[in-house]
């Protein structure tokens, strides 16, 4: 009897250090009209999601001032609101702070808080997405500082952290929030015609995940579930055609396509879909697979250290749920448990 009250107390403790730290799953909404389709209202509900990180604008800098501005505001909120926690995302161009005062800084969090709370007013956290650079770090870390002044004590302020940032930290700073939202994609080069996938290139990746474990921020995580066509002539990025642009490459004359099934070659000018492609074009086709995608979990997670923390897809739409098995994005999710 004696031993097997042992045995269950030795489970019962193995039980309670295996689920001592707490994932909790979560998605990027990034577009400009707040209203869930029945399939993004049903995957939300399938993985008991209680969170979303909402882009609520853009800041950039106009030609015409040369003054940064919000961009692509978000139409509304309320549809979400009554259902889910609201996390407030701004992405905030670098060149927005490349000649930038340190005035302007300060005064561009007011205005962005503002602008903020004029869209909505009831969130715990605020994350900020920006591509800081060396030759911006000191204005963007002095705007989050302003941020952090402003916002009421229960507000924690986020920012997101690419991985070239947790491997050089010395050189790109480590910015005055409470948390990073580690972005686990966008890793290959997307400049260059000869890359394979710059959305998930495992290659590099290894490069740069041994040292995630040592940076000084508290980490959330976010990995692609979205897919996108670049576009390159004469050898040279022209743009990258998007989720809401994506075009249907179903005409043989009017491309080759190399081995792997991705690489496209335009043979003839041609509008398609009001895009104009240019014959001697080339389209790289890129997206992150079911089997890739949990491989992906597995590799950062193997890396993380252990604690409480979110794990968010990027991005929800039903435009990329569909790709997917009904399955996959909970097995991810289990990754991190």
């Known amino acids: 009897m004696f031993g097997r009250y042992i045995s269950y107390l030795v489970v019962s403790l193995l039980f309670l250090a295996c689920s001592k730290y707490k994932t909790e799953p979560s998605f990027y909404y990034w577009r400009t009209s707040a209203k869930l389709s029945n399939t993004e209202q049903n995957t939300l509900s399938q993985h008991a999601v209680k969170t979303i990180y909402m882009r609520f604008f853009d800041v950039d800098i106009t030609p015409e001032t040369n003054k940064p501005i919000p961009v692509g505001v978000i139409d509304s909120v309320s549809q979400f609101s009554k259902q889910l926690q609201i996390v407030p995302v701004v992405f905030i161009t670098n060149r927005t702070f490349l000649n930038s005062s340190d005035t302007e800084s300060l005064q561009l969090a007011k205005k962005v808080l503002d602008k903020i709370n004029s869209l909505y007013k009831t969130y715990s956290e605020l994350q900020i ?24 004590p229960s507000c924690s302020l986020s920012s997101t952290i690419r991985l070239h940032q947790i491997k050089y930290p010395n050189i790109t700073g480590v910015p005055p929030v409470k948390r990073g939202m580690l972005m686990f994609y966008n890793i290959g080069n997307v400049s260059n015609v000869n890359e394979v996938n710059s959305i998930f290139n495992e290659k590099i990746a290894k490069k740069y995940t041994a040292y995630i474990k040592n940076y000084e921020l508290p980490l959330d995580v976010a990995l692609p579930i979205f897919r996108w066509y670049v576009h390159y002539r004469n050898g040279k990025l022209l743009s990258i055609i998007s989720k809401q642009q994506m075009i249907a490459l179903t005409n043989s004359r009017l491309f080759t396509l190399n081995k792997n099934n991705t690489n496209f070659k335009i043979q003839n000018d041609t509008l398609l879909d009001n895009l104009f492609l240019k014959k001697g074009d080339e389209l790289r086709f890129e997206a992150i697979d ?48």
Not at 137 to 148: A, D, G
Not at 312 to 319: C, F, K, N, P, S
């Open 290 to 337: 079911d089997e890739s995608l949990i491989k992906a979990a597995k590799l950062l997670n193997d890396n993380l250290n252990k604690e409480n923390r979110r794990v968010v897809l990027y991005d929800l739409d039903e435009i990329n749920i569909k790709y997917y098995d009904d399955n996959t994005f909970e097995k991810v999710f289990t990754v991190f448990n």
């Open 129 to 152: 997405d920006c591509d800081w650079s060396e030759k911006t770090r000191e204005k963007y870390f002095l705007f989050l500082q302003e941020l952090n002044k402003l916002l009421p």
